[in-house]
């Protein structure tokens, strides 16, 4: 079992940035270097949707299309910590911001392919 708790989100001005933290734990003798980790979003009335995903050694991301260029993922395997650093946020990116993990490493954007999903961190970009 692996307990994700993410953390960083907020109220930004369009044109703002904001990181957001996932720290895991829990991981029942595996590191989180045997997940590969994903950034989800879900905005009011939306379904869930892939924003990002990072294999375990960090080798490989994947960005939605909507925020490639403005978003980077990244994961300090040593602090158990995944991070996505936010940048020009527009107004379409207001969402429940989740995190998940991936038993195997590699990378993956739908949904069903994640274990543990975190309780998310609410951010809001006004315009």
């Known amino acids: 079992q692996v307990q994700l708790v993410e953390s960083g989100g907020g109220l930004v001005q369009a044109g703002g940035s904001l990181r957001l933290s996932c720290a895991a734990s829990?991981?029942?003798?595996?590191?989180?270097?045997?997940?590969?980790m994903g950034w989800f979003r879900q905005a009011p009335g939306k379904e869930r949707e892939f924003v990002s995903t990072?294999?375990?050694?960090?080798?490989?991301?994947h960005y939605a299309d909507s925020v490639k260029g403005r978003f980077t993922i990244s994961r300090d395997n040593a602090k158990n910590t995944v991070y996505l650093r936010m940048n020009t946020l527009k107004p379409e990116d207001t969402a429940i911001y989740y995190c998940?993990?991936?038993?195997?490493?590699?990378?993956?954007?739908?949904?069903?392919?994640?274990?543990?999903w975190g309780q998310g961190t609410q951010v809001t970009v006004s315009s």
């Open positions: 990072i294999s375990w050694s960090g080798g490989t991301t």
């Open positions: 829990g991981a029942s003798g595996r590191t989180l270097s045997s997940y590969a």
């Open positions: 998940a993990a991936r038993l195997g490493g590699s990378t993956g954007s739908n949904i069903y392919e994640y274990h543990y």
